[in-house]
């Protein structure tokens, strides 16, 4: 099969002029992350890909980067001009196919975003919570994928906690800092921070549990998942960046950090329920005490069960195949 792969098209001027990010991405990019896993699972199947919206992206065998193809309307014209492929999968959010801008292909999109989608069609969620908050009915769930050869399954793990991702309020890079001061370990904080008043607020209160470790990626981001003695991911029900409240659509993070051995501590909020199970412990109350922080320290599963249960519950070749499936019934003609 020939598959039109569309990475949510985002400039990288800070990279250089004309620069986009990536696919993987050079360092922050959850949905990039999801697009190149997918990608890597589809060419393992052996079917080809053409990549869109990513210029720049690593060429390889069976994946074609389209670099001509970067903004909405570029990527559009190079589809309509191009018929040598058997489905367009989308993940733009909307800003390629919405409601306004239809496609004419056989076509499916996996929603990455909080809120209401506005593509036009064939919606894919990443998790019931998702789902449910989008009013998605009865559309497909399909969790992220991850190559877990990828990451360093490291069993002997260092005494740090990690938060790993953008540097915001919804995020629980705050709560990530009252949990590390209740245990007394060091919180390594990992991402990029477009909010310097609220990084201010974390720096003054939690001035000596925190190492400042800024945007990561390659080597340096395998060495923190994988080293970890647990991902804190604290998300909360806050306004997010799309003007709906913050419900954690997928994690990319947790999948990633269940790859590497390490075990997650998170919230309740959004998908974080469905997915932590099995891999950490979820925080039903957020109180910043001693007891109830240690507790969920000392019960965490150990790395050889969480990578078990990494490759079973994310691996990007059963991943893929499950969307061949909707691929097949996208190409006959099935519309939800």
Aim: with cysteine; glycine share 10%.
């Amino acid at each position: 099969m020939r598959i039109a792969m569309i990475n949510v098209p985002i400039p990288a001027p800070w990279l250089g002029e004309g620069s986009w990010i990536t696919v993987p991405p050079q360092g922050y990019g959850g949905i990039q992350w999801v697009v190149a896993t997918l990608i890597e699972g589809m060419l393992d199947l052996g079917h080809q890909v053409v990549l869109l919206g990513a210029p720049g992206s690593t060429e390889r065998r069976g994946l074609n980067v389209i670099n001509e193809a970067g903004t909405p309307r570029e990527i559009r014209q190079w589809l309509g001009a191009n018929a040598s492929f058997d489905i367009v999968h989308d993940h733009s959010n909307g800003d390629v196919f919405n409601r306004e801008n239809a496609t004419p292909f056989p076509y499916l999109a996996t929603y990455h975003l909080t809120g209401i989608p506005t593509m036009p069609k064939n919606v894919v969620y990443l998790s019931h919570a998702q789902r449910k908050a989008a009013g998605g009915g009865s559309a497909p769930i399909i969790p992220i994928p991850v190559v877990t050869a990828h990451y360093r399954n490291t069993l002997e793990k260092d005494d740090y906690l990690l938060f790993l991702g953008r540097v915001s309020p919804w995020k629980g890079a705050l709560e990530s800092a009252k949990f590390a001061k209740a245990v007394g370990l060091t919180l390594r904080i990992a991402g990029p921070t477009w909010d310097d008043e609220y990084r201010r607020q974390v720096q003054s209160e939690y001035p000596s549990k925190i190492e400042w470790r800024g945007e990561v990626g390659g080597a340096d981001r395998l060495q923190l998942l994988g080293h970890a003695r647990a991902l804190l991911v604290l998300s909360q029900s806050l306004p997010g960046p799309w003007g709906h409240r913050w419900v954690e659509a997928g994690s990319t993070v947790v999948s990633e950090a269940a790859a590497s051995g390490t075990p997650v501590i998170a919230s309740d909020n959004g998908c974080l329920p469905e997915i932590v199970p099995g891999i950490g412990v979820i925080l039903e109350e957020q109180v910043w005490e001693f007891g109830v922080c240690n507790r969920a320290l000392v019960t965490l599963p150990s790395p050889v069960a969480v990578a078990d249960i990494a490759r079973e519950r994310w691996c990007h070749l059963k991943i893929a195949r499950r969307y061949l499936d909707l691929y097949v019934r996208a190409i006959g003609g099935a519309r939800w």
